[in-house]
Each structure stands twice: as C-alpha cells, then as structure tokens.
C-alpha cells in the first residue's frame, strides 16, 4: 500500500496540474483566433467571459488524455533517472505490479470522461458554439436540399428536391399515401408546396395524382383530390436543415436520431461510427497510461524533454490513426464499429508489447 500511495502521489500532482496547463492553453488559442472579430463586432467582453467559461468542460475533455500520458510518463522516467525503479526491480516487485494501481486508475477515469461528456460537456459546448457564432455572426442557411420526413405514423412520406426557408415552399415534391397495413394507397407529385399557415397545412400547386389500378396493378393518373392536402400537416420546421451532429449531442440523443436515419432509409454508416466513437473515445485514457508504463526506462536525460515529447507523438499518433478509420467507416470501407474501436485495440496491443519489452 506504501508503493501505491508513493506512486500516485507522484502521478495526482502532475496530473492536476496537466489539465490545467493544457485546459487553459486550449481555451487560450481559441479566444485569440476570435478576438479580432469580437472587437470588430462590438461584443462585450461579459458575453466572451461567457463562451470561455462554457468552453472549460471541453477544454478539460480534450486535456485528460495528454495530461494522463504526461503525469505518468514523467513521473516514472523521472523515477528511473533518479535510479528508484532500479531499487524496486532488484527487489522483486516487476514494473507491471508497481503500476498496475495506475492502470486501474486510468480505467475507471475512462468511464468518468464518458460520463462527464455526456453529462456535462456536450450541453456546454452546445450553448458556446450557439453564443460564439451570434457574436462571430456566423448564420447558417435552414434551405435543405433532397428531403424525406416520415409522417403519420410512416402512413405519409415526402420527399422534395428542394426545401425554401423563407418562403416555407417545397419544389418537385413527392407524396406517398399509405394505409394502416403499409401498403401503397396513391402517390401524388407537385411542382411547388407551399405552406399554408392559416390552413396549419401544405399546399400543392400542379399537382398529379397517381393511383393503383386494381384491374392489372398499373399505375393510372387521376385528377388531384385536394382532400389529400388537409392530411399534410407536417409543419415545416421538420424540413429545415437541420443536421445533427452526432458528437455534439448526449449518447441517448444520438442513438434516436440515428433509429430515426435508419427509418426513414437515409445512410447513417458515419452517424453510425461517431456514435461508436463516443465510447471508444475515452478508453484513450487507459492507452496512454499503458503507453507510458510501456515507454519507461528509455533514456535517463532530458527527462522532462523526452516525456512531453513522447506524449505528444503518441497523442497525435493516436488521433491521426482515429481520424484515418473514422474516414473508412463514413465510405464502407470498414463497418463504423471497427472505424470507432479499432485503434483502441490496436495501441492496446502496442502498450503491452512495450511492456513487455521494457526494462524491470
């Protein structure tokens, strides 16, 4: 209990103070790439008070896993040029047992980051980015182009070329009527539907309407029945752009939209390997720290030098390698589970092959 309490008294200081280092830093760069539009634009320093103090959550996040490869990498260099490990090794205890505390430490910080993003961070770093791009004026347009909604308990189905948010109209715009069992009851097509907002429903200018025939099961055109149109009351909000980021919402709130791609036959393969990735992701944390036992011992100069240099190396060898597979999941090349988790494996079976190779 001596030697546990001995290393993470080491590593818990290092690691505070990592966090705070990186956190700050992060938070930092941000405030100086946008400073300039913020003075141009009159914003008071009050509301950028207010995006820096949401964006600390996220800053934290991203700072956990470097500050962890940093603590502990240091920590157990330092105590190899300081010849305490030699100590330890000749007197039984291997490298593995000594930090085997830290790894199951880094274990349980992987679960509490995942817990701490979907708690906490994902809902501040919404309201930054919202109040950072009101004082950047950053508007996005709510046009939507190649649309589907799924209404009515999928008995009604639109799908339009074009969505127009100023003038709430729909362009070439198909409608599929279905009845209670699923079946096909009639299909209607319309140049324009423009959204009526005393009548709470679409309007359909030139429109067609196709039916089946029961005699041979052809499809024959019919003179629109505009009775049809008090059955569209999907308002128009539902037609926006309005694209979730997966990565930016809560785990739950993911999954729901991503049933609701699945649904409604959209490709959800990238939704699909982001969702994945928000529990792969924290697992970073154990790697790092299992990285860092495996890399102790390779040199006893430039300790400081050498540790902060292999945390970055391998931080960056890390996301490149995820950011490499989350790029063949979103193209089919490997399924999304595989683009989430496979460098979790692969750096997992890295850190013990240094471990095993490493001097105790």
Not at 89 to 105: D, N, R, W
Not at 264 to 277: R, T
Request: hydrophobic share 50%.
């Amino acid at each position: 209990m001596k030697l546990v309490g001995y290393l993470l008294k080491k590593i818990i200081p290092l690691f505070i103070g990592a966090v705070l280092f990186f956190a700050v830093v992060l938070n930092l760069v941000d405030l100086f790439m946008n400073i300039t539009t913020y003075m141009q634009n009159g914003c008071s320093w009050h509301d950028v008070g207010v995006v820096m103090l949401n964006y600390i959550p996220k800053t934290v996040w991203y700072a956990v896993p470097v500050a962890v490869l940093f603590s502990t990498s240091y920590s157990l260099s330092n105590m190899y040029a300081n010849n305490e490990l030699e100590a330890l090794f000749a007197s039984g205890v291997s490298l593995f047992k000594f930090t085997l505390p830290a790894l199951i430490l880094s274990f349980i910080l992987s679960f509490a980051l995942f817990a701490f993003e979907n708690g906490l961070v994902v809902q501040t770093y919404e309201k930054k980015v919202k109040l950072q791009n009101q004082l950047l004026q950053k508007f996005e347009s709510e046009n939507n182009d190649n649309v589907i909604v799924i209404s009515d308990n999928g008995k009604i189905i639109y799908k339009a070329s074009r969505y127009f948010e100023e003038t709430k109209r729909l362009m070439n715009v198909y409608i599929i009527f279905r009845t209670e069992d699923k079946n096909l009851e009639n299909l209607v097509y319309a140049e324009i539907g423009a959204w009526d907002f005393d009548a709470k429903h679409w309007k359909l200018e030139n429109a067609i309407q196709y039916e089946k025939s029961e005699e041979d099961g052809r499809f024959i055109t019919k003179a629109f029945d505009s009775a049809y149109e008090e059955k569209l009351t999907e308002s128009y909000e539902i037609f926006r752009k309005n694209i979730v980021d997966v990565q930016s919402v809560s785990a739950k709130e993911a999954k729901i939209y991503i049933e609701h791609l699945r649904k409604a036959g959209l490709p959800f393969g990238q939704q699909l390997s982001e969702y994945y990735k928000k529990y792969a992701f924290p697992f970073i944390v154990f790697i790092v720290a299992f990285l860092s036992i495996g890399l102790t011992g390779k040199t006893k100069k430039n300790v400081l030098l050498i540790s902060l240099a292999s945390c970055i190396s391998a931080s960056v060898l890390f996301y490149v390698m995820h950011m490499v597979t989350m790029v063949f999941a979103k193209h089919g090349y490997i399924s999304p589970f595989a683009g989430a988790w496979s460098p979790v494996i692969l750096f997992t079976i890295a850190s013990i092959i240094l471990l095993k190779y490493s001097r105790t």
